[in-house]
């Protein structure tokens, strides 16, 4: 079946680091991918998108390009801020469906 | 305007009790999502609701889990004579129609002693 997985955590970084969270997915047709936020206290909060292929996403800083040929949709920032500190969750849906693919999550963790 | 909010925030329970976990997504969401979030493991897709029909239960674990809607509004997940296995973070989500961006509540903790 579909599957997404993530790298694991937590990720530290001081700030102004650059930040890229691995992604990789496994999907038998063309799906939607997004990532998703979970700030300390707060419900998720999707990010950013991509519906197809070559698509990039963006909001916040934040970046990703959906890779086709890698299977790809690794999540980036040029520079972090402490208030980035949160989980980070890549998920997956397949055209026509519903439900959302999670992976397991990655804790940001960014010191002044 | 409110987002989905779910009650209670935490619940504790004895194994083999009934517990009741409610939804109340954003007025107006068609289509609303359990999902469920086991310590260390991603989200789990549980069921989708579009209206008070229930076209996909593919991710209910067994026939233990059930879950009702009420017209477009709130929802209800029972789960039956919980196992300590059923402890986990429930998350309900809604969303303007079914290819819409997902709105997440602050989810439901259980824990079943």
């Known amino acids: 079946g579909d599957s997404v997985t993530q790298m694991e955590g937590p990720v530290t970084l001081s700030e102004e680091a650059f930040l890229t969270i691995n992604c990789t997915y496994t999907?038998?047709?063309?799906?939607?991918l997004f990532w998703y936020v979970q700030y300390p206290g707060e419900g998720l909060q999707l990010l950013l998108k991509a519906t197809k292929a070559d698509d990039k996403g963006s909001n916040k800083g934040f970046e990703a390009t959906y890779r086709k040929e890698t299977t790809s949709f690794h999540l980036e920032k040029g520079s972090v801020q402490v208030s980035d500190s949160a989980v980070y969750f890549c998920?997956?849906?397949?055209?026509?469906?519903?439900?959302?693919?999670f992976g397991t999550g990655t804790r940001l963790q960014v010191f002044p | 305007g409110a987002g989905v909010s779910q009650s209670p925030s935490n619940k504790v329970t004895e194994k083999g009790k009934d517990v009741e976990l409610r939804c109340d997504p954003i007025s107006g969401h068609t289509a609303l999502y359990w999902y469920r979030q086991r310590l260390g493991q991603g989200l789990e897709f549980l069921i989708y609701?579009?209206?008070?029909?229930?076209?996909?239960k593919s991710g209910l674990p067994s026939d233990r889990f059930s879950a009702e809607r009420t017209g477009e509004s709130v929802s209800t997940l029972t789960i039956q004579r919980t196992q300590q296995e059923d402890s986990a973070v429930y998350l309900c989500a809604s969303s303007r129609d079914r290819v819409a961006e997902q709105y997440f509540g602050p989810g439901t903790r259980l824990t079943v002693t």
């Open positions: 999907a038998t047709g063309y799906p939607s």
């Open positions: 998920a997956l849906s397949e055209n026509n469906t519903d439900k959302l693919i």
């Open positions: 609701f579009q209206g008070n029909s229930a076209p996909d």
